[in-house]
């Protein structure tokens, strides 16, 4: 019997197909285009992106999935959770933005990764003073924008076991001290959306659940939705978690009278062990993966569709996107190549739903067959292809000892090293890259397109790395790096270099504000043909007397940007990496370079979010790390360096990495987070970021000091270094001049 199988969309990318929203922000922000036309530009894009959901067949299309910058930070909004620092602004667009970036007289929001993506949000700060204030207007005005182009949105909305879960408060407050203030709130905004319409939608992002839940939180959750549920008439409410199984969650709300609940079939196996708990509750499935670009296996969902309606009626399930299509690119449209068949990006994907929905729903209809045998061919030209295996690989993979790793200890190591860098005390640093200026970007855009000779290119960054190594040594800075001008980003330039690596012409993933990255497909066995730095580094270290580091990006890092085989397990992908890594290490030693940094920057967000993943996932990529540097010799000096600060509960990985020096990001976050180092009596050198590198401000000498003086409380002066939070590329040289400056003449000021 024919059934119209329902769809629906977790949430939509709302950066643009071609960064439209990016380059009408940075427009914006660089006073070039007025606020009305900023947000006329994003109606556009909204408009766009409903209207091809909608001609697609997709049932339930997200309004409120639209941000200008981060949906954590339009939650504060909606609930009035403005941080003290930012609340005698009046213009809401200026303090909207002002609290995403930063102003001249605070520092913004502090950002951190969401879940095990690299999407980064904005993190609420939630102090005492703090009254909870229901602003709707934001997703009324996009619901009825929808309404207008006759789309019945569903809107979106973090929950506030997630929003209160992810905030940090002042003092020693558990965030959910706050629940039932928040919980007001949002009542209220629910009060305000029912009153809308009869019957709206509303999705509430639960991903929270996908951690081991608390007892707290699950009672938390219970009261939660049993109140939102109760404010208004007709509502109908999902909750939506994703990332991982979550059948706490789930049974948690058996007995609370939610409409639906939305779970995640393709991070979360397990989910399917718990779906007598729906308690005829709709179920949103998520069975097309939100996080990886392969053409769906269309024959597998299938078959786990049918073992969902095993436990639920078939006409209670609604086909689904595992989580938002945001971690993904948008079309295919631009892509070409061998490999592009067997790919599906967002609007593939959406297009990919509604197929197996209907195939699911009408599996004898002779079009879902033909769709169906169709898949099934392209599977298999997938797996019979030889861009796959390469036995070269696979033969020196096995040559390498299953744990391989740097001979001698740190103490032995940090010694003979002491005396082969002789640096000052507190020795100044940065993370690597220098400001890439347009002209860069044009220089490496013209030199890909032929526009101008490989000799031209090489020329000219040169001149850049000249110019990065003047700067550095006016400005006194102790071991100096390159600038990384060749780069275009930090794993696409390896990826490039690499075979088994697949690189798009524009498929943009938005990673924090306007900020997207373009991540590689790796699509089979890594290998390294020729080295890939050691011509420029070597070049940088002629040209200075004072210590050059190299500059690599790791294995796990590689692997946590790309989007992965799915043919193979990750720890095979990161051992294939590690080893094309291990080779340029020893390629740059022998080329004279005496410190090598192995930037580790998403090495965290690859944690797995539930405990019972953790020792596999550190193993392997500990080993992976370990692997890349075992070819260094005792007095070369390994650096790694991670875009993050709080290790509370990775910090005997960290030291089983074993790195001679690792820089954080601390600069926002201050001791905080940095005490851990102490407690555990992390032996290694440390480099705490004193500069916040995400904001345009310009800190003076005198913070740099307190900075500095702060990290002494809780590190020891021998084994500190004094350096920004991260890479300096997307600042300016306006900026990072004057910054750098007042950076160093701080860390001598500690060495009399
Ligand atoms: N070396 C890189 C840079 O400075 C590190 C960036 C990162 O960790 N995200 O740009
Ligand atoms: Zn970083």
Redesign the pocket.
């Known amino acids: 019997m024919h059934m119209k199988q329902k769809t629906l969309i977790t949430g939509y990318p709302r950066i643009g197909e071609n960064r439209e929203l990016k380059k009408a922000l940075e427009a914006y922000w660089a006073g070039t285009i007025s606020i009305d036309e900023l947000k006329k530009a994003a109606a556009e894009l909204r408009k766009t992106h409903w209207l091809f959901q909608k001609e697609a067949g997709i049932d339930f299309i997200s309004v409120n999935d639209f941000s200008y910058y981060d949906a954590m930070l339009d939650t504060c909004v909606m609930l009035g959770a403005i941080p003290k620092r930012f609340r005698s602004l009046q213009n809401a667009e200026e303090r909207y933005f002002a609290m995403a970036r930063g102003n001249a007289a605070s520092p913004a929001m502090s950002m951190t990764k969401w879940f095990n993506t690299n999407y980064h949000y904005l993190v609420p700060e939630l102090d005492e003073d703090l009254v909870f204030k229901a602003d709707s207007s934001k997703i009324r005005s996009e619901y009825r924008e929808a309404k207008k182009l006759g789309i019945e949105g569903k809107i979106n909305i973090i929950g506030p076991l997630t929003f209160l879960g992810l905030s940090k408060t002042s003092g020693d407050t558990d965030p959910y001290d706050y629940f039932d203030a928040a919980l007001s709130a949002y009542t209220e905004i629910l009060r305000h959306i029912a009153a809308e319409e009869d019957g709206v939608l509303v999705q509430f992002d639960e991903p929270v659940f996908a951690r081991d839940p608390s007892q707290k939180q699950l009672d938390l959750l219970k009261k939660a939705y049993t109140a939102l549920s109760a404010a208004g008439k007709n509502l109908r409410i999902i909750v939506t978690t994703y990332f991982e199984h979550s059948n706490e969650a789930a049974a948690a709300l058996a007995g609370v009278p939610v409409w639906g609940i939305g779970l995640d079939f393709v991070h979360g196996a397990k989910n399917i062990e718990g779906l007598s708990a729906l308690n005829g509750k709709r179920l949103v499935a998520g069975v097309v993966d939100g996080r990886n670009i392969w053409v769906n296996d269309a024959e597998k969902t299938l078959a786990l569709l049918e073992k969902i309606a095993g436990s639920v009626p078939a006409e209670h399930i609604i086909v689904s996107t595992s989580c938002s299509l945001l971690h993904v690119p948008y079309s295919l449209e631009k892509e070409s190549g061998p490999i592009t068949p067997w790919l599906a990006f967002a609007k593939e994907k959406v297009r990919e739903l509604v197929c197996i929905a209907k195939a699911f729903g009408d599996p004898r209809a002779p079009e879902n067959i033909e769709w169906l045998e169709a898949n099934k061919a392209l599977a298999a030209s997938r797996k019979a292809s030889t861009l796959i295996c390469d036995e070269k690989t696979s033969a020196r993979a096995a040559s390498f000892a299953a744990h391989a790793a740097r001979p001698g200890t740190f103490a032995g190591r940090n010694a003979v090293q002491k005396k082969a860098l002789a640096l000052p005390k507190l020795p100044t640093t940065?993370?690597?890259?220098f400001p890439q200026t347009g002209e860069l970007r044009a220089l490496r855009r013209d030199a890909k397109s032929g526009k101008i000779t490989g000799e031209q290119y090489e020329a000219e960054i040169k001149r850049y790395i000249d110019n990065c190594i003047a700067f550095q040594e006016e400005a006194g800075l102790d071991v100096l790096?390159h600038g990384?001008p060749e780069?275009n980003d930090?794993v696409e330039y390896f990826g490039e270099m690499l075979k088994g690596f697949y690189f798009t012409k524009g498929a943009w993933v938005q990673s924090y504000g306007s900020r997207c990255v373009k991540p590689p497909i790796i699509y089979g066995d890594v290998s390294r043909p020729s080295p890939m730095t050691v011509k420029w580094i070597a070049y940088a270290q002629s040209k200075t007397k004072k210590v050059m580091k190299g500059?690599l990006?790791g294995p796990v890092?590689i692997l946590n940007w790309s989007f992965v085989r799915d043919d193979i397990p990750r720890s095979s992908a990161a051992r294939q990496i590690a080893i094309s890594l291990h080779d340029e290490v020893k390629d740059l030693q022998d080329a004279g370079i005496r410190i090598i940094?192995v930037?580790?920057?998403?090495f965290k967000e690859g944690y797995p979010l539930r405990r019972e993943n953790i020792a596999a996932y550190e193993e392997w990529a500990v080993d992976a790390f370990r692997l890349t540097v075992s070819g260094a010799r005792e007095e070369t000096q390994i650096h790694t360096?991670?875009?993050y600060s709080d290790f509370s509960d990775s910090i005997h990985t960290i030291e089983k990495m074993d790195a001679d020096v690792i820089t954080i990001e601390t600069a926002r976050s201050g001791n905080r987070l940095l005490k851990v180092f102490k407690e555990r009596g992390y032996a290694n050198e440390i480099g705490p970021g004193v500069y916040d590198i995400h904001s345009p401000r310009i800190p003076g000498t005198k913070e740099f000091i307190e900075q500095i003086a702060s990290r002494l409380d809780v590190l020891s002066q021998d084994k500190m270094w004094v350096n920004p939070d991260?890479?300096?590329?997307t600042r300016k040289w306006e900026e990072v001049k004057p910054a750098l400056k007042n950076m160093v003449e701080a860390a001598k000021s500690f060495r009399h």
């Open positions: 940065t993370i690597g890259s790096v990384e780069r930090m500059m990006t890092t940094q930037d580790e920057a998403a360096h991670m875009c991260c890479g300096l590329k």
